[in-house]
T-cell receptor
Framework: GAVVSQHPSRVICKSGTSVKIECRSLDFQATTMFWYRQFPKQSLMLMATSNEGSKATYEQGVEKDKFLINHASLTLSTLTVTSAHPEDSSFYIC??????????FGPGTRLLVL | GQNIDQPTEMTATEGAIVQINCTYQTSGFNGLFWYQQHAGEAPTFLSYNVLDGLEEKGRFSSFLSRSKGYSYLLLKELQMKDSASYLCAVGHGGATNKLIFGTGTLLAVQP
């Protein structure tokens, strides 16, 4: 199998607070995980590539100090949205790469910042 | 630059066949992926093509022509549950082989 979990599935927070989202590969090891953001009726936009044991690689336009990524083990990556603002409200999805090519996606985390 | 084009919306009838096209122009290429995404859920993997030709998997088939920068996803014997967005994504290659997604095609299957 190739199962990826995310926690929490849904979170509501106040503006200015930080939120941590966990992504786990449950039945395989993933040296590389990816974090995406998806706004309503739009496609997935890659935010960053998370590499186990090294710094994440951020896509152009994504603030690395605002979106902190930690890939502490071969089965866990975390995304922390720091000082969240209403415009950060979105659907955050992680994926883990199994083998050389295919990415398997987590169920997503819906973030609402009030 | 990176450009992946798909039709925005399509409508088809239950039991019929539908073909969803995808054209791409990317600076790197390491395979083409199709994912299905139901509203409010994460994408699920459907198919992967790295060589030219047709890959068949049950009711779903995917075709790739690298020289034309073109792929399609063919859905046969459509069911109501096939109503979803279908995302075309290109593997960019390199060490991480990140995926670049198209805008997605919203398919509505009608009775």
């Amino acid at each position: 199998g190739a199962v990826v979990s995310q926690h929490p599935s849904r979170v509501i927070c106040k503006s200015g607070t930080s939120v941590k989202i966990e992504c786990r590969s449950l039945d395989f090891q993933a040296t590389t995980m990816f974090w995406y953001r998806q706004f309503p009726k739009q496609s997935l936009m890659l935010m960053a590539t998370s590499n186990e044991g090294s710094k994440a690689t951020y896509e152009q336009g994504v603030e690395k100090d605002k979106f902190l990524i930690n890939h502490a083990s071969l089965t866990l990556s975390t995304l922390t949205v720091t000082s969240a603002h209403p415009e950060d409200s979105s659907f955050y999805i992680c994926s883990a790469r199994k083998g050389a090519e295919t990415q398997y996606f987590g169920p997503g985390t819906r973030l609402l910042v009030l | 630059g990176q450009n992946i084009d798909q039709p925005t919306e399509m409508t088809a009838t239950e039991g019929a066949i539908v073909q969803i096209n995808c054209t791409y122009q990317t600076s790197g290429f390491n395979g083409l992926f199709w994912y299905q995404q139901h509203a409010g859920e994460a994408p699920t993997f459907l198919s992967y093509n790295v060589l030219d030709g047709l890959e068949e998997k049950g009711r779903f088939s995917s075709f790739l022509s690298r020289s034309k920068g073109y792929s399609y996803l063919l859905l046969k014997e459509l069911q109501m549950k096939d109503s979803a967005s279908y995302l075309c994504a290109v593997g960019h290659g390199g060490a991480t082989n990140k995926l670049i997604f198209g805008t997605g095609t919203l398919l509505a299957v009608q009775p």
